[in-house]
């Protein structure tokens, strides 16, 4: 037992702190106390008599109260009417300290106060509350769009841009980019964590060699950078075959004489053809391209020792294929590109990725948006089941009502179109009934008054 | 009790105080004169005779 445990233990009978230590100090524990008189003990520890004697009987005792157990307490908190985050937040907080029954009731207690205060009441002016939330920081971002993102090398899309960028859900965000996390066998593993990266960047002629055009032989050699090969685990007769494979040449490919090179030679006789086939080879260009290795959409992979881990940041996004190479650890693997998080994982995890990206470009500005305005954008442009742009293509374009529309853009043809297919308008939202001069259904205005029999007079 | 949120007790004790003010008999013994001041009264004890009703 080591010395914490038996001061612990001994608190819990009821022997003052001072002397508890004094009985551990000396190289005591529970056990030994059993065995040992009032009169041995007072010379262990140098006290008097009695005062041996008393810790003597209280060591003999039962603990007094058994502190809290962790189950029962946790039992205690799932049945609270909270959020799981705040419950997980309270399992954690309460069991790293020990607290009284009464202490923890007080707790709980003044955390539902709480959790009650903040709650807003039902018919508050939500959107326009997070529209007002989101946009006076937004007027303090830089409108520089390039920053470094904490990697160094990789260009991101931060700030103003990048918040338009979400809100406008593109198909592609204007700098793609993904954070692979890799699983434990691969994760710290240098030589591991390189050797997947060089399979995932996608790797060109040029990448492996220097490209020599001969115009006088009509020939276009690449002589192999060996290195760079290796590298990446391949072989020259790998080389060979995907150039063969992937290019469809109309052109004699051969291994040099020196088995270092490989000689290209266009079949047809023309300085034309020769131009064009060294275009194709030279080119890193992910449409006209060669590509002998990793994945086309994924220009380039930088690794990082992060934390504890090695991390691959890459310029490009490719998450379908990326998730399913071996050593990538999936689950934590993210993207910037909304749009394929929507493709591969769903709807829900592509409201969870707008959300996140707005916290984490606001955040990076220094600006602190509370979390659940995000989410109300977030779920306005992900209710239909896709992912529909703020603006008149998506979430104001498609509203129910024609004069809500109207009152958006081209008020004539919406009226027009409107009057020739006898549409209704329920006036349900707030611009239809500021249109026809009606108390809106918000905060007081949607309130339903009800008469109540008469009562007594009281005092 | 029911619990009202602040827009429906703001509703109740208006319209309550527009009543008492165009001379309703009041439901509490007091000397206040201000009907706002009394409709907030009658709203702490609960004999306004108004509610609401929610969809």
């Given at each position: 037992m080591a010395k914490h445990d038996t001061i612990r233990a001994l608190l819990k009978r009821g022997v003052s702190e001072e002397l508890a230590e004094k009985v551990a100090d000396s190289g005591l524990t529970l056990g030994d106390l059993k065995g040992l008189t009032a009169s041995e003990l007072c010379k262990k520890i140098s006290t008097s008599e009695e005062i041996a004697a008393e810790i003597l009987q209280l060591a003999g005792s039962k603990p007094k109260k058994a502190i809290t157990s962790e189950t029962s307490l946790k039992s205690k908190i799932e049945q609270l009417e909270v959020p799981r985050s705040v419950k997980d937040a309270l399992i954690k907080r309460l069991s790293e300290r020990e607290f009284t029954p009464t202490q923890i009731e007080r707790i709980l207690r003044m955390t539902i106060e709480e959790y009650e205060r903040i709650k807003i009441d039902p018919c508050e002016a939500v959107g326009i509350v997070a529209a007002q939330s989101i946009g006076e920081p937004g007027t303090q971002m830089t409108m520089r769009t390039f920053h470094y993102a904490g990697v160094a090398e990789i260009y991101v899309t931060l700030g103003l841009p990048r918040i338009i960028e979400i809100v406008d859900a593109r198909?592609?965000?204007?700098t793609p980019m993904m954070v692979i996390k890799l699983n434990e066998e691969y994760r710290n593993d240098k030589t591991k964590a390189h050797a997947l990266a060089s399979r995932i960047e996608a790797t060109y002629p040029s990448h492996l060699g220097d490209i020599v055009t001969l115009p006088d032989e009509m020939l276009i050699r690449i002589e192999i950078d060996e290195s760079a090969m290796e590298k990446r685990g391949l072989g020259i007769d790998d080389l060979i075959e995907k150039i063969k494979g992937q290019g469809k040449f109309n052109a004699d490919i051969d291994l040099d004489e020196d088995g270092k090179s490989i000689n290209i030679r266009p079949k047809e006789y023309s300085y034309r053809s020769l131009l064009q086939l060294r275009g194709r080879l030279t080119s890193t260009n992910p449409s006209s391209g060669i590509l002998i290795?990793?994945?086309?959409?994924?220009t380039r992979v930088v690794i990082r020792h992060e934390g504890d881990e090695y991390t691959l940041y890459t310029e490009g996004s490719a998450l379908k294929d990326v998730i399913r190479i071996e050593g990538v650890d999936g689950a934590r693997t993210r993207t910037n590109n909304i749009n394929e998080i929507e493709n591969v994982l769903g709807i829900e995890a592509a409201r969870n990725a707008i959300i996140n990206e707005m916290v984490n470009t606001l955040g990076e500005q220094g600006l602190n948006v509370d979390i659940r305005h995000l989410m109300l954008v977030a779920d306005m442009m992900t209710v239909d089941g896709e992912v529909k742009q703020i603006g008149r293509h998506g979430i104001a374009g498609e509203k129910a009502s024609i004069l809500s529309r109207a009152a958006f853009e081209v008020t004539v043809s919406h009226l027009l179109d409107a009057s020739l297919y006898g549409y209704v308008d329920e006036l349900k939202g707030v611009t239809e009934n500021v249109i026809v001069g009606q108390p809106i259904k918000l905060g007081t205005g949607d309130v339903e008054l009800v008469a109540k029999p008469y009562g007594k007079v009281v005092d | 009790m029911k619990k009202f949120t602040k827009y429906e007790k703001a509703r109740i004790i208006g319209a309550r105080a527009l009543q008492i003010s165009m001379g309703a008999p009041v439901l509490v013994k007091t000397d206040e004169m201000d009907p706002i001041e009394i409709a907030l009264l009658e709203f702490e004890k609960g004999v306004i005779p108004i509610t609401v009703r929610r969809k």
């Open positions: 198909k592609t965000p204007s290795a990793g994945i086309k959409d994924i | -």
